[in-house]
Every structure is written in structure tokens, then in C-alpha cells.
């Protein structure tokens, strides 16, 4: 028995005797994907927040990889930081972060990244009243934690972006 | 492109960071390089705005964003042995195990419980170790009278033979005493300290092991009764800290050094006679506590050790902020006698830290990992501390008591401040006596106080060790007397404002240790806008409007701080290279842990050499080994001998990049400009003997203002010196201590004055840095490393919050900080450390619940499910502030007119005056002071009788 699953558009086939291991250390020690970043482990601070896409559900969902076994993961798509900037163009989301100077150490920058852009996708899909889309960016983004910079920057950041979204403008992904 | 390609790319690179020691052991620092993707290659490097479009001087965005937020490897977390070329691949893993108990004598590890498959390939304990490794003489020099102090002290104490034959004491200790794997047979000194290293040779091993292991500790050790290794718990950490100040007459910075001890219980006791003899005064006692804090930075602390034992070589990846107490650490550790190899040279790889905050500061982990690398059998290991396990053992921010009295006299004049600190030091001396001193000085706050008498020790318990953590002991200083002062004005119905305003120290005035303020801090002029914001103008409207009746209650607090940024003396490195093809390259011994220092020191050469940095490396304070200076001085000659300096280089901290950092590398810029490019423009204009003012950079290119002849790219310029051997670069080394270090060097151009003590030209051949024999120095006396601190970054902050009277639970609706930030290099970075500030001052003040003892993280299971830090919903996110709305606004003062572009080091200036704040708005909401932190919803219940 395996588990099968891509990681970035490649397949991967596992044996199911690592069904326990976490997909963060999948990762990091079989892909060498570091990107996706191990902070507390047990799915508190969201850093190592990766993209999953299971059938039947069709919209991608925030994982928390440091917390996610791979044997929960046959037939899905995992998606990682290191996909989103495609041929050296930045995802909006990474500009926006970039250019408002929204982190320090950007430890907990890639969970930001990934739960924000499908956040996007998911406004883009289905748009809330705009008096609601604060609230909506911090069911997204407000579990997550920063220490550097105090979280302003990166709603500051992101508000533009969610209010295009939201009015079903920009295009990503 | 593999990792050593890229790291060794750049020649000067290369060359650059190599030194030698007295002991012969070659010493290389190699700043891990940005974009680099793994075994995907390299991607596009970070831009701070070098090409043709950008401005000098402004940065588009951080030198290190692109690369963190495409999730490249820049961590040392990100690394394992397969990145690093020349590396053999079979990685082994470190755990090791932490003592339980300080009650029990250790006595070994009984791993018949691991399963098979869990089963380590090395376990080493405490008796296996050398001497060096087992005890390794840690220094540090934090700061320079600090380490005077104690220098002058072990010498004191060995006239008395108090101390044993290798010139160590615990109350005396020039360094670490404590073994870092505990001896079997001996009590634990603290909890946490390592028992045994357990080495694996697979990853499935030592994830197996570590499932069985964590949480499940006292299954694998075994304790009985033995001897405890070193002194008993609660003895103060050397040094302690009086500041006894009496009027004009007396204080720690103006006293004889030799009998200032001496005289101090006699002042004690005169101001305890004038207090005394006033019955008119008010004294206003206090009684404050804090718990610890754990700085929390994201990225757990990892790293990789690979010790070549044949060839005498020592690699390590880590992430520090402090390389080169790092380094001499090992150095102590395996450059000795007994060392299981023969050390010739030491790899330092240096990452970005994912977060520092003073927690990668001189932490104990380097030596943990250095020492495993001793038990491999040659391969590599990894030690890669999970949250747990950074709870258990990181460095935290002090716990600490503060008690004491004010005494003011009617007229709103504040007497005399007594306060007594004590800190919890925790096991390990670390920087626990320096962060005490510094709070020390940080209790007399913002203001002129005619009489001090101040004490503040760290003690030695059984708790995590405390360290360098932002604020270095500002946070629990500024808390007490702020608070102790809104508690004064609210008992005699003043205004708080006008009380401060009414004390606050100014240019030509003195700090409690006695030393002079030279250093305009604006402070009347800080209260001004603080007091007319509509925040603080409008509070009595506001409170009335945000009460409700039986389930809410709104108050405003203000509460100010004078933050000191630096030490009692500072040496910073720094070179600027001008390339071939006309880029520049900027190397500092700082660290950026997040802060911004790489992206600052950047664009800080831009005005002067018509572009930012093309690439910054930091982390490389082997430079100071190119300088050819150094801090012994056989000729006695002090600043007159070309080769001396007060201080090479120190660890590094946020609040050094505005102005010790910047300068150093603005300096060395200058030696370049004035001493090659300026020279070079001369040859390709045919002129003779132009100066700086001549001259202006537009557009990238440099101009002649008087006209008439072609202006210049820098490419142009560097094929000039290149082709005529001028300096295509400059190494330079600042020395401050109240004032710079200065000298005259000569140059191609002629004589340049340049406020350097050192400056080193690198010629285009690639040979060594030439030394530049510096000319009429002038350079600080020993005098005022007793004022302590010279440069002040002052923050009034004023908080308005609400409490649920009926849960106790309180919210931040707004934040007004108005900042002395001096000259700003990058607005965008000040502001946000600002916020990162006030993020983590409310996060301590209300949430970050640590007790002490195995009740808390000493225990390993503490995680972030049970420590609760401040997320997006408990702070302001709106950026200014607007009623109605949770914002937090941040003022900082214009530049005064004709001041020189000087910033000021902020990295903690805004956090340290938020907590008082905050106790002092909880004060106006609720009525009661809430003296203990963290602030709970418990203790505000329990406050409010409830």
C-alpha cells in the first residue's frame, strides 16, 4: 500500500508504514523543501501553513503541515511557498508583503503567503458584504503568529488586495 | 550552483573574513548567502534599489525580503548536511536529555525502555568530556566597564584567596562554571542542564526516540543523593550593581573607583537622613514583579557541527547574534590541552536568525551543538531544538522584583529614587549581572533626580538562565517608576503629565549613575505632543463615551522611557568594496535578526557613493582580524599607537545599526570616496586636487558643479582606480564612548579626517587590506565609561484600553507613541519595529504566563497551547489613529534644523515604555494598580473583587 499525493504538481508515492510522519518533515528531509517553516509543532502558530487541495472538496484549504500526518494526505495536492512565485514574478500577495515591509525575520512569512492567497482565491469565489471583510481577513490570517512586526503590516498589506478580491478583481493563482 | 560556489563566489568574500589567532587557529565567517533554493539552484538576488532606476539612499524594500518571502533556505533551520559541498552526507542528530530536579544527584540514564528502533548509536555523559569541553571558559564582553568592573574584582578577590587555583569562583566567575553534561554522582545546578547526549546516526532513530523520550523524561534517568557540584541557589551572580548618588557631591560616574564601595553606605545614610528629616516629602513605595518572558522568536534554534577531526577543523552553520562570542566559546572548548583533536581552523557559516531579540545572544546552544559534533565519529549532526525544548532551555527576559520608594516634595520635585532589583538569574551567569546594571541605570527613567540609591542584582537559581532580551532590563525598570509616578500624581490629584514634565532630565543634566546627558532627548517637547493628542486631551470624553455601566470600563495611561542604546564602549567593523563592474559590496560584523540592519547599511552609502549596495553580508566580525589594529596596547601608548583600539567588536544588538553601525560604514565609505573615487574622477576630468564639496552625485552619476566636463558612472569610476591601482575598497573601525574615535589618515587624495580609528585600502591586485597609519588621533579616556551609557532613544507612550469587568479580560483599542528616533534611514523599518514593539509590550503585559520552576516550561511541555502570546485581534491594526477605531499611531520628532543625519538606536526605545502604560490606563479604568505582570484576567478579577 502506498500514499499517493503531489507535492508542487510532482507525484509521490509513499509507503503507508510512514502514514504517522508529518508532512513538514516530509518536506524538508525527503524534498528538501524548507520553505515551509517548523516553529511550535503542534499547530498553534500556523507558520508551517501549506496549501491542500482533496478531492472531492475542490477548493484548496490551509494545512498545518508540522501537524498533518501523511497517511491523511492520499490523493491530494500539496502546494508549498516554493510554487507561488512563478518564473521569478512574485504572487501579488508576495509584492504586497514585500513592498509594505510586512515582516523582519519572515520566519512566519511563507504560513502568511499561503494562507492569504487562498484567502484571496476563496473571496474571489464567493465575496462577503465589504463591512464583513475585515472580520474575514482575520478569520484568514489572525491565528497566525508574528513576532517581528506586529501583524499591522501585513493587514495593511493584504486590505488592498482583499478589497480587489472581494469586488472580484485581480488576478492570481 | 552548489552552496560553497555560491558562498565563496565573491573574491573579496573569501579573503576578506580569514584571520588568524594567537593560537594559530584559522577562523572563517561565511554569511550564508540569500537565494539560495536548495538543490533547485539559485534564485534572483534580493534588490534594495542598486540599478539604474533606484534611489540612493531609499530602500525599495529589505535586501533579504525577496529571499524569505519566496521561502528560501536562509535559516540555519533550513540547512542540513547534503546543502553544505565538501560535507560528508550521513548526518547524524543530537537529543539530549534535562535534568529534573536541583534536589537530586544525577546518576545516570537507563534507556532499556526505548525500543529497539529508538535506540541512539552514542550516548556520552558528563564524565566523558574533557576539561575544556565539560567547563569551557565562556567569555563575555558585553560590555566594556562592566568587564572591568569584574576584572577588577577577581583581582580584588584573589589578593583575598577567595578563589581556587584556575582563578574561578561561582560569585567571581570569568566565566561558565556549570558543566554543560552534568557529572553523574552530582546535583543538577539548574534545571534543564544537559544529563547525557544521545547521538543517532538515522533521522527515523532519533524521531523515534524523541516521541518516546518527550514528556516521558524521568523514565530514562535516575537520580539518588549526591554532592551538589558548585554553591548553593540564591547567591547574586558577580558583578552586583550600586548607584549611589547624593546631589553634586556624589555618584557612582564622579567618585574615586578605588573608594567609591567604600563611601557609599555613608551617603546611604545621608539620604536616608535628608528623607528623614522632611517630613513635608511624599514618599511613594512600590512593589513590582515580573514574571519571565521567553523571547519566543519563530524559529526554534538549530544548527549543523561537523568536526574534521584529522584536519583540525570545526564547521558549523548557525543562526547568532553574537559570532564572535560564538567563536570564542569553541575556541575555549577545543583549543586546549585536552581536546580530543588538534583545532587549526573553525568555519563559522552565519544565517539570518529567524528572530533573535537578545535570545541568540551569547545562548548556551552553540556550545551544546559544538560539543556534539566531538562525538560523531567524524560525521555531521544536527541539533535542532523543537518549541519544547526551546521553552525548556532558551533564554529568556528575566523575571524580577522591584520594590522601593520615591520621594518628591510639594512642588512636584522628585527628591530621591531607592530602589532595590533583583532578577532571576536563572542557572547560568550569561549576560544576567550586565541586563541588571543597565536596569540599574534605567530606574531613575526619564528624570533629574537629586538623590539615588539603587541595587540591583542577578541571583543564581534554579530556574531557565535569563539573557540579553530586548530592553536589557529597560522593560522591568521603566515599569517601576512609571507606575510608582502615576500612583504619586493620582494620591495628590496632579497631572501626570505636568508631574513628568516637571522632572524630566535634559541636556547638561545627569543620569542617577552620575554620568552627564550631552545628548539632546526633546523630552518637554515629546510630553507636548503627547499631552494635546486628542488620545490623552479627549481621554475624560472617551471614558465616558466607552463606559458601560456594570460590563465595561475604559481608561488611559501614559508612561515614558529613555531607552539607552549601545554600552559603555563600542567598536563596529565595517568594509565598503567598490566592484569592477561598478556595484558595491558592504560587509558589518552586525547581525540582522529581523530588524533591518542589512537592508539600513545598504542604502546608508548611497548619498556617498551615488548607489546603494548591490549586496550586503553581515555577520563578519572576522574583519576586525584585516584591520591591523588590536586591543592590547605593549607600548602603553593608548590612542597615540596606530595599532590600538579600545574594542574590537561585540555582539549584536537592534539598537546599534541607527547609529554605531550606520556610522561606521558611512566613515569607511567616505575613506573610499574621498580617498580613491574622488581621486579617480580628478584623472578622467583632468583636474587637480578637487574636494568633496566640488562634487555631487545626480542620477547615479557624479557631477562637477562648477560644469564642464562629462559626468560619471561609478562603473566608469571603477575602471578608473582599477586600472590605476587606487583603493577600490575600504575596511574602516569606529570606536564609541560618548563620544567617536578620530583621526587623520593619508590617502591618494591627500589627508582625510574621518571619525575611524582604523582604515585599512584594498588594492585592486586582490592582495590583503593595506594599513593606513592614522594620524593625530583623539579618541575617549576611560573617564566616562563610568557615566555607563551616553546616547538615549526617549519614547512617551501613551495606551487607552477597555476591560470586561466581568470576564477581566482587556482590550487595546489605542496606542499613541511619540519617538525620539533622530535621523530616520528607513522610515518603513522604524515604524515597523515600533509595532513589533508594541505588539510584544502588550503581549508580555497581559498574556506571556511563565511561571517559574517545573510548574513551568523547565518541565518540557510547554508549548504555545499553554503560552499564550498577543495575536492580529489584541493589537491595533489600523495605522493612526481615528476614534472609534482600534489604531495605533507612531510620531516621530522632525529633525531639528543643522543636525547632523544621525539616527538613534529604537529597537526596544518603543516597547519599554508600553507596559507601565498600560498598568497606568488599567489604573484609570479600574482604580487599582496591577503592579504584577503578566496582567491576567485572574488577577484583574481578583483586583476588582470579583
Given at each position: 500500500m502506498t500514499i499517493s499525493l503531489t507535492v508542487n504538481g510532482i507525484a509521490y508515492q509513499i509507503d503507508d508504514s510512514r502514514a504517522d510522519d508529518k508532512l513538514i518533515d516530509f518536506l524538508h528531509e525527503e524534498l528538501n523543501l524548507t520553505g515551509t517553516k517548523f516553529c511550535c509543532g503542534i499547530g498553534v502558530c500556523r507558520a508551517c501553513t501549506v496549501q491542500v487541495s482533496k478531492p472531492p472538496n475542490p477548493a484548496p484549504a490551509p494545512v498545518v503541515s508540522c501537524s498533518t500526518a501523511l497517511g491523511s494526505l492520499d490523493g491530494s495536492a500539496v502546494s508549498t511557498i516554493e510554487s507561488v512565485a512563478r518564473g521569478g514574478v512574485l504572487d501579488p500577495v508576495q509584492q504586497a508583503f514585500l513592498e509594505n515591509f510586512s515582516f523582519q525575520c519572515g520566519y512566519c512569512t511563507p504560513g502568511f503567503v499561503m494562507a492569504s492567497r487562498m484567502f484571496l482565491e476563496g473571496l474571489k469565489a464567493q465575496p462577503v458584504p465589504a463591512d464583513q471583510l475585515e472580520d474575514a481577513m482575520m478569520t484568514a490570517i489572525g491565528s497566525h503568529i508574528c513576532r517581528c512586526t506586529g501583524y499591522l503590516r501585513y493587514f495593511e498589506a493584504l486590505r488592498p488586495l482583499a478589497e480587489a478580491a472581494n469586488a472580484g478583481q485581480g488576478g492570481q493563482q | 550552483m552548489d552552496f560553497r560556489e555560491t558562498v565563496t563566489g565573491a573574491a573579496v568574500t573569501r579573503r576578506a573574513f580569514l584571520k588568524s589567532t594567537g593560537a594559530g587557529v584559522a577562523l572563517t565567517v561565511i554569511a550564508?548567502?540569500?537565494g539560495l533554493t536548495g538543490r533547485a539552484g539559485r534564485a534572483e538576488g534580493a534588490g534594495l534599489g542598486a540599478g539604474s532606476t533606484a534611489v540612493p539612499g531609499?530602500?525599495?524594500?529589505?535586501?533579504d525580503g525577496l529571499a524569505k518571502v519566496t521561502g528560501q533556505k536562509v535559516y540555519a533551520r533550513d540547512f542540513s548536511a547534503a546543502d553544505m559541498a565538501g560535507w560528508p552526507d550521513n548526518q547524524w542528530h543530537a537529543l539530549y536529555l534535562r535534568a529534573l530536579t536541583t534536589d537530586q544527584a544525577f546518576e545516570g540514564v537507563d534507556l532499556g525502555n526505548l525500543p529497539p528502533q529508538a535506540q541512539p548509536v552514542r550516548v556520552v555523559l558528563g564524565n566523558e568530556l574533557s576539561q575544556a569541553q565539560r567547563a569551557p571558559k565562556v567569555a563575555f564582553t558585553r560590555d566594556l566597564h562592566m568587564d572591568e568592573r569584574m576584572a577588577q574584582e577577581i583581582a580584588k578577590a584573589q589578593r583575598k584567596s577567595t578563589v581556587d587555583a584556575d582563578g574561578r569562583s561561582f560569585n567571581l566567575p570569568p566565566d561558565v562554571v556549570f558543566d554543560l553534561i552534568v557529572v553523574p554522582g552530582n546535583i543538577p545546578n539548574f534545571l534543564g542542564q544537559a544529563v547525557a547526549l544521545l547521538l543517532f546516526d538515522s533521522v527515523a532513530a532519533f524521531r523515534a526516540a524523541k516521541a518516546a523520550i518527550e514528556f516521558n523524561d524521568d523514565a530514562f534517568q535516575i537520580y539518588g543523593s549526591g554532592l551538589r557540584d558548585g554553591p548553593p541557589l540564591g547567591d547574586a551572580f558577580s558583578p552586583t550593581t550600586t548607584y549611589v548618588k547624593y546631589g553634586d557631591e556624589f555618584s557612582y560616574a564622579t567618585a574615586d573607583p578605588e573608594t567609591y564601595m567604600d563611601q557609599v553606605p555613608g551617603y546611604q545614610s545621608k539620604i536616608q537622613q535628608v528623607l528623614d528629616s522632611d517630613p513635608g516629602l511624599i514618599r511613594q513605595p512600590f512593589s513590582t514583579d515580573m514574571q519571565a518572558m521567553d523571547p519566543m522568536f519563530m524559529e526554534p534554534e538549530a544548527g549543523l557541527v561537523w568536526i574534521d577531526g584529522p584536519a583540525g577543523v570545526i564547521n558549523i552553520v548557525l543562526g547568532t547574534q553574537s559570532p564572535d562570542g560564538d567563536i570564542s566559546n569553541i575556541l575555549s572548548m577545543y583549543d586546549s590541552d585536552d581536546a580530543p583533536f588538534h583545532l587549526r581552523a573553525v568555519n563559522l557559516t552565519s544565517c539570518y536568525p529567524g528572530g533573535g531579540f537578545g535570545g541568540r545572544d551569547s545562548s548556551p546552544f552553540t556550545l551544546m551543538l559544538a560539543l556534539a559534533g566531538a562525538y560523531s565519529g567524524g560525521n555531521p549532526v544536527r541539533l535542532a531544538y523543537d518549541r519544547f525544548e526551546q521553552f525548556r532551555v532558551g533564554l529568556k527576559r528575566h523575571g524580577a522584583v522591584l520594590t522601593g520608594a520615591l520621594a518628591i516634595d510639594g512642588n512636584m520635585s522628585l527628591q530621591a529614587i531607592q530602589m532595590t532589583l533583583t532578577f532571576d538569574g536563572g542557572g547560568r551567569r550569561n549576560l544576567s549581572p550586565y541586563v541588571a546594571s543597565l536596569a540599574a541605570l534605567c530606574a531613575g527613567g526619564s528624570y533629574a533626580v537629586p538623590m539615588a540609591d539603587i541595587f540591583a542584582e542577578a541571583t543564581h537559581t534554579q530556574n531557565i538562565s535569563g539573557g540579553s532580551q530586548r530592553g536589557f532590563g529597560g522593560p522591568q525598570a521603566f515599569f517601576a517608576i512609571e507606575t510608582a509616578l502615576d500612583d504619586i500624581a493620582a494620591g495628590q490629584n496632579w497631572d501626570p503629565v505636568e508631574l513628568r514634565r516637571a522632572n524630566i532630565v535634559a541636556e547638561g543634566g545627569a543620569t542617577v549613575v552620575g554620568g552627564p546627558v550631552e545628548q539632546s532627548l526633546r523630552l518637554a517637547e515629546m510630553l507636548d505632543l503627547a499631552e494635546n493628542h486628542p488620545l490623552w486631551a479627549d481621554r475624560a470624553a472617551l471614558k465616558r463615551e466607552s463606559t458601560v455601566e456594570g460590563q465595561t470600563c475604559y481608561g488611559t495611561g501614559l508612561a515614558m522611557s529613555l531607552q539607552a542604546y549601545g554600552t559603555s564602549g563600542d567598536g563596529m567593523v565595517a568594509s565598503v568594496f567598490l566592484n569592477r563592474d561598478g556595484t558595491i559590496t558592504v560587509q558589518s560584523d552586525a547581525v540582522d535578526m529581523g530588524n533591518g540592519s542589512a537592508t539600513t547599511l545598504g542604502v546608508t552609502i548611497g548619498p556617498i557613493l551615488g548607489s546603494n549596495a548591490a549586496q550586503v553580508d553581515m555577520g563578519a566580525y572576522t574583519l576586525f582580524g584585516m584591520t591591523g589594529l588590536s586591543t592590547e596596547d605593549s607600548t602603553g601608548q593608548g590612542w597615540d599607537n596606530p595599532h590600538w583600539t579600545a574594542k574590537s567588536v561585540g555582539s549584536s544588538s537592534a539598537c546599534l545599526t541607527a547609529l554605531h553601525q550606520v556610522h561606521t560604514v558611512r566613515q569607511t565609505a567616505e575613506a573610499l570616496f574621498q580617498g580613491s573615487v574622488l581621486v579617480a574622477a580628478t584623472r578622467i576630468w583632468g583636474l587637480s586636487g578637487l574636494t568633496p564639496d566640488e562634487v555631487s552625485w545626480q542620477d547615479g552619476l557624479l557631477v562637477l558643479n562648477a560644469g564642464g566636463v562629462v559626468p560619471l558612472k561609478l562603473s566608469q569610476l571603477a575602471d578608473e582606480i582599477y586600472a590605476a591601482g587606487l583603493p577600490c575598497g575600504a575596511l574602516g573601525h569606529a570606536y564609541f564612548q560618548n563620544t567617536w574615535a578620530a583621526a587623520i589618515y593619508p590617502t591618494p587624495a591627500g589627508l582625510v579626517p574621518l571619525q575611524l580609528d582604523g582604515v585599512s585600502f584594498y588594492l585592486p591586485d586582490g592582495s590583503d587590506p593595506v594599513f593606513v597609519e592614522r594620524q593625530a588621533t583623539s579618541g575617549p579616556d576611560s573617564t566616562s565609561t563610568r557615566y555607563g551609557r551616553y546616547v538615549w532613544a526617549p519614547c512617551v507612550n501613551v495606551v487607552a484600553l477597555s476591560v470586561d469587568i466581568t470576564t477581566g479580560a482587556v482590550q487595546i483599542e489605542n496606542v499613541l507613541s511619540v519617538l525620539n528616533a533622530g535621523h530616520i534611514h528607513v522610515p518603513q523599518l522604524v515604524s515597523g519595529q515600533s509595532q513589533g514593539g508594541v505588539a510584544m509590550a502588550i503581549s508580555y503585559t497581559l498574556f506571556e504566563d511563565m511561571p517559574p520552576g517545573?510548574?513551568?516550561?523547565a518541565n518540557g511541555s510547554w508549548n504555545l497551547n499553554q503560552y499564550h502570546l498577543a495575536r492580529a485581534g489584541d493589537v491595533p491594526l489600523v495605522d493612526g489613529y481615528a476614534p472609534g477605531q482600534r489604531g495605533q499611531q507612531l510620531i516621530t520628532l522632525a529633525e531639528l534644523p543643522g543636525s547632523p543625519p544621525v539616527g538613534r538606536g529604537i529597537a526596544e526605545a518603543v516597547m519599554c515604555s508600553v507596559p507601565p502604560a498600560i498598568s497606568n490606563a488599567l489604573r484609570d479604568a479600574t482604580g487599582m494598580r496591577f503592579a504584577s505582570l503578566p496582567i491576567t484576567p485572574e488577577k484583574i478579577l481578583k483586583g476588582l473583587g470579583q
Open positions: - | 550564508a548567502p540569500l531609499v530602500a525599495r524594500q529589505r535586501i517545573m510548574a513551568g516550561p
